[in-house]
């Protein structure tokens, strides 16, 4: 049987098209909400840690979890108290920014990282830290499975994800998670942990 050439792409066009929107038809992505051109991204991050990673507590037993956070805009952006952290999707304003950090204000610049660690301590930093710099959440990661979710809540709105990230099970401690290459859409464990610095 013969078949009009016409008919056939018309055809052959729509299969590829039923068949690209059935692979995304149950994906959901996040919105980003930034307020600078670009993206933030969650780069990197550590569920399951015995050692220390640079924070006041170093070489103690209260070693923490971190989340690293990574600017791939062009334009530094400074945190503020509309920025969000959270482990839960269905809670984006588990922890909020503080708007300034020991008086100074919160800024990443373009290309730069943010490091978070997630200790479950209420208060935004710790007084006596000698550097000045450093932003503790208040919760945990779970080491088994769980969330990682950046949000931004523009003119005094309900957070929007920025960025979010579900990851599995982190069955060896002191590895971590993160983008490879750094900033890119697929994610590994890491050869080395470098918190602050490019994945590897």
Same mark, same amino acid.
């Given at each position: 049987?013969?078949?009009?050439?016409?008919?056939?792409?018309?055809?052959?066009?729509?299969?590829?098209?039923?068949?690209?929107?059935?692979?995304?038809?149950?994906?959901?992505?996040?919105?980003?909400?930034?307020?600078?051109?670009?993206?933030?991204?969650?780069?990197?991050?550590?569920?399951?840690?015995?050692?220390? *990673?640079?924070?006041?507590?170093?070489?103690?037993?209260?070693?923490?979890?971190?989340?690293?956070? *990574?600017?791939?805009?062009?334009?530094?952006?400074?945190?503020? @108290?509309?920025?969000?952290?959270?482990?839960?999707?269905?809670?984006?304003?588990?922890?909020?920014?503080?708007?300034?950090?020991?008086?100074?204000?919160?800024?990443?610049?373009?290309?730069? +990282?943010?490091?978070? +660690?997630?200790?479950?301590?209420?208060?935004? +930093?710790?007084?006596?830290?000698?550097?000045?710099?450093?932003?503790?959440?208040?919760?945990?990661?779970?080491?088994?499975?769980?969330?990682?979710?950046?949000? *931004?809540?523009?003119?005094?709105? @309900?957070?929007?994800?920025?960025?979010? +990230?579900?990851?599995?099970?982190?069955?060896?401690?002191?590895?971590?998670?993160?983008?490879?290459?750094?900033?890119?859409?697929?994610?590994?464990?890491?050869?080395?942990?470098?918190?602050?610095?490019?994945?590897?």
């Amino acid at each position: 049987m013969l078949i009009n050439k016409k008919a056939f792409l018309f055809m052959m066009t729509i299969i590829v098209v039923t068949s690209f929107s059935s692979c995304l038809k149950d994906r959901k992505f996040p919105v980003p909400n930034s307020p600078q051109t670009g993206t933030l991204v969650i780069n990197e991050l550590m569920a399951y840690e015995t050692l220390s *990673y640079g924070d006041e507590f170093g070489g103690s037993a209260t070693a923490e979890d971190w989340i690293e956070i *990574y600017n791939e805009t062009d334009s530094a952006i400074t945190f503020g @108290n509309r920025w969000f952290l959270s482990d839960t999707v269905g809670t984006l304003n588990k922890w909020q920014f503080p708007s300034k950090l020991q008086g100074q204000p919160i800024i990443l610049p373009s290309k730069g +990282y943010l490091l978070v +660690y997630c200790d479950n301590l209420i208060s935004p +930093y710790i007084v006596s830290d000698s550097l000045g710099n450093q932003l503790h959440a208040s919760f945990r990661l779970a080491h088994t499975s769980g969330a990682v979710v950046l949000s *931004y809540a523009a003119n005094g709105g @309900n957070p929007k994800i920025v960025d979010s +990230y579900i990851y599995g099970n982190q069955p060896t401690k002191d590895i971590s998670f993160g983008r490879l290459p750094n900033g890119g859409s697929n994610w590994s464990f890491c050869t080395q942990a470098t918190p602050g610095a490019a994945n590897q």
